[in-house]
C-alpha cells in the first residue's frame, strides 16, 4: 500500500499545478493498483474537503462529488470508508463542515452516543448534541 498525502490527491484532483500534477496523475493512474492501492486516511479526506472550500471556493456539491470519486475508486483505500461515506451523505444534508461530519461518524462508530460540540451547525447533525 502507498501513502498518498493531502497535497498530492489535490493536485490530482485539481490540476493546478502543471509539473505537480503531473507527477501526481502519473502515481495515482499508472502506479496504484488494487494489489498495491493508494492509502488516504480520514484526516487527509477533512483536509481535502477544507481546502477545496477554502481555497478553491469548492461548492458543498462539488466537494462531496469529489469525496465519493476518491470512495468509489477501485485502486484506492479510504481509512473508515463507512464512516467517510456516511459523513458526505450527513454532509449533503446538513450545512455542517465535512470533519464535523467524519467526527460525528467515527465517534458514533467507536461506541459513543453522542459528540458534543459548541458549534450550532455541527450540533444539528443527529450525532451530535450542542452544548451549552
Keep these: 500500500m502507498i501513502?498518498?498525502?493531502t497535497n498530492v490527491v489535490l493536485r490530482y484532483l485539481t490540476q493546478d499545478d502543471p509539473r505537480q500534477s503531473k507527477a501526481a496523475s502519473d502515481?495515482?493512474?499508472?502506479?496504484?493498483?488494487r494489489d498495491e492501492p493508494g492509502h488516504i486516511s480520514a484526516i487527509?479526506?477533512?483536509?481535502?474537503?477544507?481546502?477545496?472550500?477554502?481555497?478553491?471556493a469548492g461548492s458543498r456539491e462539488e466537494i462531496a462529488d469529489a469525496i465519493e470519486g476518491l470512495l468509489a475508486a477501485p485502486t484506492i483505500v479510504v481509512e473508515h470508508r463507512s464512516f467517510v461515506r456516511q459523513a458526505v451523505q450527513d454532509f449533503r444534508?446538513?450545512?455542517?463542515?465535512?470533519?464535523?461530519?467524519?467526527?460525528?461518524?467515527?465517534?458514533?462508530g467507536a461506541g459513543c452516543d453522542a459528540t458534543f460540540t459548541f458549534d450550532r451547525a455541527a450540533a444539528k447533525l443527529a450525532r451530535f448534541r450542542l452544548l451549552s
Excluded: H, M, P, Q
Excluded at 455542517?96 to 458514533?108: H, L, M
Design 27 to 33: 502515481l495515482i493512474e499508472d502506479r496504484l493498483t
Design 93 to 108: 444534508e446538513s450545512t455542517a463542515e465535512f470533519s464535523d461530519c467524519v467526527i460525528g461518524c467515527v465517534n458514533a
Design 44 to 56: 487527509t479526506v477533512a483536509e481535502i474537503a477544507w481546502v477545496l472550500k477554502r481555497l478553491y
Design 3 to 5: 501513502g498518498l498525502d
